[in-house]
């Protein structure tokens, strides 16, 4: 079974700055696209920023140049570095990866955490 627990959401004025960390543990073979994706109330969830195996990065053109993801592979972790946040960024965060478990590739989500920008 693999479980991603995901931290580092929290409240913050506009202009600050948080660190998401979201690491993956359980029987994983190997783990290949890692990602952030947000909810913010009432809407859909959107992809934030995506990492590949390659370490190839893409990002939401509204984050760009202010987010930045990143891994470790060896902890089994990715990361969201949040900048010059803005009101318009509050969401519940989730992180996602496509994992082969030693059965199958699957994509598997953390529980999400609260990211408050106020104004």
């Known amino acids: 079974q693999v479980q991603l627990v995901e931290s580092g959401g929290g409240l913050v004025q506009a202009g600050g700055s948080l660190r998401l960390s979201c690491a993956a543990s359980?029987?994983?073979?190997?783990?290949?696209?890692m990602g952030w994706y947000r909810q913010a109330p009432g809407k859909q969830r959107d992809m934030v920023a995506s990492i590949t195996d390659g370490s190839s990065t893409n990002y939401a053109d509204s984050v760009k140049d202010r987010f930045t993801i990143s891994r470790d592979v060896a902890k089994n972790t990715v990361y969201l570095q949040l900048t010059s946040l803005k009101p318009e960024d509050t969401a519940v965060y989730y992180c996602?990866?496509?994992?082969?478990?030693?059965?199958?590739?699957?994509?598997?989500w953390g529980q999400g955490t609260q990211v408050t920008v106020s104004s």
């Open positions: 359980g029987r994983i073979l190997r783990i290949y696209d």
């Open positions: 996602g990866m496509n994992i082969h478990d030693f059965k199958s590739l699957n994509n598997y």
